[in-house]
């Protein structure tokens, strides 16, 4: 299959995805998409390369390449995406979004969900991580708690589930990275990562890598929701121990015994964090069968897989 693949980078990782689609014995055509471009994709690349579907990363592609989006379904070539779904706006006020896309495989259950009980060809497809970024690297702990990732900057601090959980833990030795935290933790001192080897680093020396799966968002449609993202599964697959929200999507991949758990509220995270730190076998019991699982199961060559499994059924 000839794939037309439209894409923006992020760390290396999303431009992957063609090689993954390569992997899979599919040939890829690359269209690199400019924020700062209105119209990204090409409908002359489109008559050049005449792709059997067109393949892109983002719902944004629909709504901002409108001319290109009638060109490519008059032609009947189908469009397929494989992504996360922008949080500014709620899902169920983009229809007209949605159904101009043949395939949707979503990394947002919740979502998935909805849209297939609409009546579209939607797919919870998770996201995954890459070996070669994330090998199994265990050190000697320096930190209690780490967290790596990112605030929601237009969210007060206070109301900022982040914030509050992160806040919560101050009395222990945690490290958080994270530029958009600065100002907003107290006594908690904030650095700055940018790259795949500096998350690494940070998860192999540390005793409780903390996932916050909570949306990062102001948009009050999504202020209980949670989002799975690379962490959740990039900290097992370096051989480490993570704690995690302890809710379906979490417990369905992961299971009772794989992954620490916290309920949603601090005192719950605070006793966790307690009861871990406490019990380095049974972290080092854990860490091991989540490496094993996430090595298994969920590379992005996985992902792939299952979703070329479900085209070529459908196509």
């Known amino acids: 299959m000839r794939i037309f693949y439209v894409y923006r980078d992020y760390m290396g990782r999303r431009k992957r995805y063609g090689r993954e689609m390569q992997r899979c014995g599919h040939e890829v055509i690359y269209q690199y998409v400019d924020k700062n471009k209105r119209n990204g994709i090409s409908i002359k690349n489109i008559k050049k390369y005449k792709p059997d579907v067109v393949w892109l990363l983002n719902p944004y592609y629909v709504r901002k390449n409108k001319t290109a989006i009638e060109y490519i379904r008059s ?6 995406m494989y992504g996360t779904l922008s949080p500014q706006t709620p899902y169920d006020s983009w229809m007209h979004i949605w159904d101009k896309i043949d395939f949707l495989f979503l990394h947002n259950k919740e979502c998935s969900d909805y849209l297939a009980g ?66 907003r933790l107290n006594g908690i001192r904030v650095y700055n990562y940018s790259t795949h080897k500096k998350q690494l ?41 993570m704690l995690t929200l302890r809710c379906d999507e979490s417990l369905n991949i992961y299971g009772e015994d794989t992954v620490g758990y916290y309920n949603d509220d601090t005192e719950s995270l605070k006793e966790q964090v307690a009861r871990y730190l406490k019990d380095k076998k049974t972290r080092k019991k854990m860490a091991k069968k989540a490496y094993e699982l996430v090595s298994s199961k969920h590379t992005f060559f996985h992902r792939f897989k299952e979703m070329f499994k479900i085209l070529k059924q459908e196509l």
């Open 75 to 80: 032609k009947n070539i189908p469009i397929i």
């Open 118 to 183: 609409q009546g579209l060809k939607a797919y919870y497809m998770p996201i995954g991580f890459y070996p070669d970024m994330y090998p199994k690297s265990v050190k000697s702990s320096k930190f209690d708690v780490s967290f790596c990732g990112n605030v929601g900057k237009k969210i007060n601090r206070k109301k900022d589930r982040r914030c509050l959980f992160i806040q919560s833990l101050k009395y222990h030795k945690i490290r958080v990275y994270g530029g958009s935290f600065v100002g």
């Open 201 to 241: 680093d940070v998860y192999s020396k540390t005793k409780i890598n903390l996932d916050l799966p909570f949306y990062s968002n102001f948009n009050e449609f999504y202020r209980d929701k949670t989002h799975i993202k690379n962490r959740f599964f990039e900290i097992p697959a370096s051989g480490n121990f």
